[in-house]
């Protein structure tokens, strides 16, 4: 059976308090990259050496275009790795609460969501019409 009104709304109260609550966050994706660098005496240009990493990074989308920041210390590593973790939760608390958001669209009664004046039944004619 579907949760009753009361309950949804007390569903879509809890979700906010969560939402209200989370850390700090951005969105993004921390990624692995190996290559090769510019010094071609370097030790990564020599046969069967895998090159220079893995060095992590963090992409992220402003205005449409990609970018990509390195970390300096493992600690900014460690820092946006939880502050996309915290983002990948916002997207789930906020996904929860726009469903529970339609449950509630669902059962709540029309008469409900209607305007004093909209509950106003509109009153018979009392002019009679004249017989021809």
């Given at each position: 059976m579907a949760d009753s009104?009361?309950?949804?709304?007390?569903?879509?109260?809890?979700?906010?308090?969560?939402?209200?609550?989370?850390?700090?966050?951005?969105p993004g994706s921390i990624t692995s990259t190996q290559g090769?660098?510019?010094?071609?005496n370097c030790h990564c240009h020599k046969p069967d050496e895998p090159?220079?990493?893995?060095?992590?990074?963090?992409?992220?989308?402003?205005e449409g275009k990609t970018v990509t920041e390195s970390f300096a210390t493992p600690a900014l590593q460690r820092k946006a790795e939880r502050e996309v973790a915290e983002f990948a939760r916002y997207r789930e608390l906020?996904?929860?609460f726009v469903e529970v958001n339609a449950q509630i669209c669902r059962a709540r009664p029309v008469e409900d969501t209607l305007s004093p004046q909209e509950k106003k039944r509109p009153k018979p004619s009392v002019r009679k019409s004249r017989a021809k």
């Open positions: 009104l009361p309950q949804l709304e007390k569903h879509r109260a809890d979700l906010l308090a969560q939402i209200s609550q989370l850390a700090d966050f951005r090769r660098c510019g010094n071609p090159g220079h990493g893995p060095n992590l990074r963090l992409t992220y989308k402003v906020s996904r929860a």
